[in-house]
């Protein structure tokens, strides 16, 4: 355990756990866009910046990622200082610029009193903040069917080759992951589309609805063991059937009891 | 983990109050959450069976889980399911051969019964007493293979 000073608040935190998580379970509202649980800390958004300093370092100062930097003994944080805040919204003016139409931006731009850019905002903007949290998803889950491609202003998430990802298994995992739900597709009767591929989805053998795609089913039953028979109907189906099959034995011991 | 379900479904009457106490239990920013247990119709006339989670040993859910959001809970012995991981890729609803991971459409998650942190509010709202928590004796354990 290490002890640390978050705010002028003293707090203990487990050596090797990142500033960000502490600070967040202090409730302290720090703004990160590219931070998620199910993956690693990615320092892509710069938003979640702090004030670093310690007794020992005669009144020097840092300015760092706290979802990239691990707790330090006598550490003393400052997570919104005025010059904290000068450097936040000077990213938040470049977001302002690459994503001017986007909801989630433009909320957090004016919580740091930003309404427009100061730049030139770019012509056909999109959704995409490039937080890359769709490619780390699919990464972590082991399919890596898209990836960032390109640098500087031509960056952008893409499947290889920009042609359907011969690697996606439509699990929607990249889409339901983005915070600007800049990732589409389309669900239409048994048919999915995403990143321009059309999957086919399983169908529940007694209600007809629609479960996971058969890719992805294939997936699990290959690699996770799952037997093959689990995905044959919906869970409401499964439900049903655990409830008949209970119902059966109740009945059954029951009468038994009674003879 | 020595408590464990006893559910009892010659009792059970189907009034649905154990549904309706999970809800208010899982309530989320003000709203209801939807219900992890169901009282279904047993097949029989006047026979229902509560239905929940089993929290399987070799639970086909965790197994399903490309990014390790459901894990075992020491404390209570719940497969849990951490929302802030999950990536919401239904693998676990699709592969639950029990469907008891379900989801809930107007929080947008995937969610499961996590005996409530170890005080399911199901049973304690049960009047038949069809569904209890309670503390059971281990009589017989499963023979080593």
Redesign the interface.
């Known amino acids: 355990m290490v002890s640390l000073t978050i705010n002028g608040k003293v707090v203990r935190a487990e050596e090797g756990e990142y500033l960000l998580a502490v600070i967040r379970r202090m409730g302290i509202d720090v703004p990160a866009l590219c931070q998620h649980e199910a993956v690693e800390p990615y320092g892509g958004c710069r938003l979640c910046m702090v004030e670093i300093t310690k007794d020992s370092w005669d009144g020097w100062k840092k300015y760092v990622t706290s979802c990239l930097y691990p707790v330090e003994q006598d550490l003393i944080v400052t997570t919104h200082s005025d010059k904290v805040n000068d450097l936040r919204r000077g990213i938040l003016d470049l977001f302002l610029a690459r994503n001017p139409e986007t909801p989630l931006i433009q909320k957090l731009a004016a919580d740091y009193g930003l309404t427009r850019t100061s730049y030139e905002a770019i012509p056909e903007p999109n959704d995409c903040i490039l937080c890359s949290i769709c490619t780390r998803v699919c990464d972590a889950m082991g399919f890596s069917a898209i990836s960032m491609v390109n640098r500087g202003h031509g960056k952008e998430v893409a499947p290889p080759l920009h042609q359907a990802p011969p690697d996606c298994v439509g699990c929607l995992a990249c889409a339901q992951a983005c915070p600007t739900n800049y990732i589409t597709y389309e669900d239409v009767g048994n048919r999915r589309t995403i990143w321009n591929k059309q999957f086919e989805l399983l169908v529940c053998d007694k209600t007809g609805r629609p479960t996971i795609t058969k890719e992805f089913a294939d997936y699990l039953i290959k690699n996770r063991e799952i037997p093959e028979d689990y995905f044959r109907i919906d869970d409401a189906s499964h439900r049903e059937e655990l409830a008949d099959k209970m119902g059966r034995i109740t009945r059954w011991s029951v009468t038994e009891e009674a003879k | 983990m020595n408590y464990r379900f006893v ?4 009792l059970c009457i189907g009034c649905r109050t154990c549904e309706l106490a999970c809800s208010f239990a899982h309530a989320r920013n003000g709203k209801q959450g939807r219900t992890r247990i ?1 009282a ?5 006339k006047d ?1 229902f ?1 509560p ?1 929940t989670c089993l929290q399987c040993e070799d639970a ?1 859910c965790a ?2 889980c ?2 390790n ?1 459901i894990t075992r809970n020491p404390e209570t012995g719940a497969m849990d399911l ?1 929302h ?8 676990c ?10 989801i809930d459409e107007q929080h947008e998650l995937v969610v499961k019964c996590d005996l409530c942190g170890g005080d399911p509010a199901c049973a304690k709202f049960c009047p038949t007493k069809a569904l209890e928590y309670k503390p059971v004796t281990v009589t017989a354990l499963r023979p080593a293979i």
């Open positions: 559910v009892k479904p010659e169901f279904l119709d047993g097949g029989f026979l069976v239905v086909a197994k399903s490309l990014v959001a951490d802030e991981k999950c990536v919401r890729c239904m693998a609803v699709a592969a639950c051969p029990f469907g008891c991971s379900l």
